[in-house]
């Protein structure tokens, strides 16, 4: 008998629960490149957009740029020599742009690697021969090199890898047939190149899988010995644009003969048949492509002339049946307790002494998973204090860098979101600090002032070390079924619809997995990122306070309370998850208050 409550709560929040949402893929403009591009480089590392050389209007480039979270091209370092046609893919952390036309249109044998933290260019080990229009794919720090033209060669087979800290490429096995303007992408562990140009200039759809063996005690991991066939794309092509998308691959663009481009792409796994996804806004070849964020972007291109258009692709969802609560709406919960010069935010609520929120214990914010690292929690509170976003900091960059990783950007209500952060006092800075229990603070012993770092750098360290963000909605008045009876009856159905649509994106986008706890959670995989793993785990229902007038907010402790949370988590490892492997960890809070 003692279950029978928790069956009759479970039932109700599957009757509370909104419809599923439904989801198109769409593409959007981005700010274009600073001069027109194409058979360039895309690249995505750490959170950023890079384009690295290509055809311009004059020729070959050298000119390399980076896309800012703010959304303007910056440039960086130039390549050493201008080319066109090279392959690029991440390794270690670095960017390596390999083979490729040179500025007289010679095939190019050299490497060269770009390392962010350092900001330069340095050379690395050449090809064996000189090749261009070849394929670049990066998998657990090792680079394949696949196909291209070579001298004397218009589509090769020939393969090369370079293994992490090797001084000289080794041979792979051979593609089954000559091809260059081929495209390559990792899925898992596993190589998939499609298309290109076969010997004879004819365009290809044929699709190849070279499988990643895995290592056996005391044998260093290897490629398998040969290619295997897989359904071709639906459409052949040539030079056109490639990346993986979650667990699905998504080819874009290209042409078939001269004067002929295409508009079309399509998606696959690379074991099964291809399918169409939404055309291109203009048909063009030499674009090219990265994922980023459960987003594929494609940048530059040519349609007779050099393009600068960039613009993303993106599952998104038709509606919304929850929006923002406008009095609450985002807030970034920063986390710094070190003393720094500068000029303190102004407080909003109450004395500059004193906490707003002061009754959460540290041992409960580390069981439900706050991104809090402190190393004794017992006895200790979690104290926030809300200030007012300083002029040093972009609200809408940081809520960006929060919210993209987690697909916000690509739900229907982001618009209402978006809005909010544009609105002077859209976004407050909700600053975090550990201190005994017992609200120890007063006017000998204030609060410390929030001083947010500025300059060079000062957004990118203030988001750094902002933790979680909290975002409150409301339910959009088409239901009103949550806490039935009671005086929040339908006020936490907008935490309820944000979990419905959200889920609905991540099992589109991304691959799901069986997480660390499956009796709670959903958790999804994007590998996306060479080297890197993002695990995103999101409860498989939202936490609804029948006790909600025990859980005061801090504007009016009285009238004021939370009645639904849900907490979205996102974990970031260098390789395979582990805890040893933990880069960084970061958290979206969305919540739902009654006002009585």
């Known amino acids: 008998m003692r279950r029978f409550p928790a069956i009759l709560a479970a039932l109700f929040l599957l009757l509370a629960a909104p419809a599923l949402a439904e989801l198109d893929f769409r593409w959007d403009p981005l700010p274009e490149l600073p001069a027109p591009r194409s058979n360039g480089g895309l690249v995505a590392l750490d959170g950023d957009l890079y384009f690295l050389g290509g055809n311009g209007p004059e020729g070959p480039s050298a000119a390399c740029w980076r896309l800012e979270p703010g959304g303007a091209w910056i440039p960086i370092a130039d390549l050493p020599a201008p080319r066109s046609t090279h392959g690029v893919a991440v390794a270690g952390g670095r960017i390596f742009v390999v083979g490729g036309l040179g500025e007289e249109g010679q095939p190019l044998d050299r490497v060269d690697f770009y390392d962010p933290a350092v900001g330069r260019w340095q050379s690395g080990p050449a090809l064996t021969r000189p090749r261009s ?3 670049l794919a990066s998998l657990h720090g090792v680079l394949v090199a696949a196909g291209g033209a070579e001298p004397g060669v218009p589509a090769s087979s020939r393969v090369e890898i370079l293994e992490p800290g090797a001084a000289s490429w080794r041979t792979g096995p051979s593609l089954p047939l000559g091809l260059n303007r081929l495209g390559a992408a990792v899925l898992g562990g596993t190589l998939v190149v499609a298309g290109g140009e076969t ?9 190849f899988r070279l499988q990643w063996a895995s290592p ?10 040969c290619w295997q066939e897989a359904p071709p794309l639906r459409q052949a092509r040539k030079n056109f644009a490639m990346a993986p998308l979650g667990r699905r691959i998504v080819v874009a663009g290209g042409w078939v003969r001269p004067g002929v481009f295409l508009a079309s792409v399509e998606e696959g796994d690379g074991l099964g048949d291809w399918s169409e996804l939404a055309p291109l806004s203009e048909a063009r070849d030499g674009l090219r492509a990265a994922c980023l964020e459960g987003r594929i972007l494609l940048a530059g291109g040519h349609d007779r002339v050099p393009r600068a258009e960039v613009e993303q692709g993106a599952w998104r969802t038709r509606s919304s049946a929850w929006r923002v609560d406008r009095r609450l709406g985002f807030h970034l919960a920063w986390h710094d307790e070190r003393e720094r010069p500068g000029t303190p935010a102004r407080a909003l609520l109450s004395p500059p002494w004193k906490a707003d929120i002061t009754n959460i214990a540290m041992s409960g914010l580390r069981d439900l998973g706050f991104p809090i690292r402190h190393a004794v929690p017992e006895g200790l ?17 940081s809520a960006r860098r929060a919210l993209s990783p987690l697909l916000v950007p690509q739900m229907a209500g982001f618009s209402e979101i978006r809005e909010v952060l544009a609105q002077p006092g859209g976004v407050v800075i909700k600053k975090g600090v550990v201190a005994p229990a017992g609200d120890p603070f007063s006017p000998e012993h204030p609060f410390p002032p929030c001083l947010v770092p500025s300059g060079a750098g000062g957004q990118d360290e203030f988001d750094l070390r902002t933790p979680f963000t909290s975002l409150y909605v409301q339910g959009d008045g088409s239901t009103s079924r949550t806490l039935a009876g009671t005086p929040a009856e339908g006020s936490a159905d907008g935490v309820l619809a944000f979990h419905a649509e959200l889920l609905e994106l991540l099992a589109a986008t991304w691959t799901e997995v069986e997480g660390p706890d499956p009796s709670r959670f959903r958790t999804f995989q994007d590998r996306s990122q060479p080297g890197r793993t993002v695990l995103v785990r999101i409860p498989l229902a939202p936490l609804v306070f029948q006790d909600f007038r025990s859980l005061p907010m801090p504007e009016d402790p009285e009238r ?3 009645t639904g949370l849900l907490l979205v988590y996102r974990d970031v490892y260098a390789g395979q998850p582990g805890s040893e492997n933990l880069l960084d960890s970061r958290l979206l809070e969305v919540g739902s208050v009654v006002r009585l």
């Open 133 to 135: 229009r070849l394929a």
């Open 560 to 562: 004021v309370f939370l």
């Open 216 to 225: 056996g005690e005391g044998r260093s991991p290897s490629w398998s010995a």
């Open 381 to 397: 509170n979690f104290y926030l204090k809300f200030f007012e976003c300083p002029a040093g900091v972009d609200p809408l960059v």
């Open 199 to 207: 010997r004879q200039g004819e365009p290809s759809a044929r699709v």
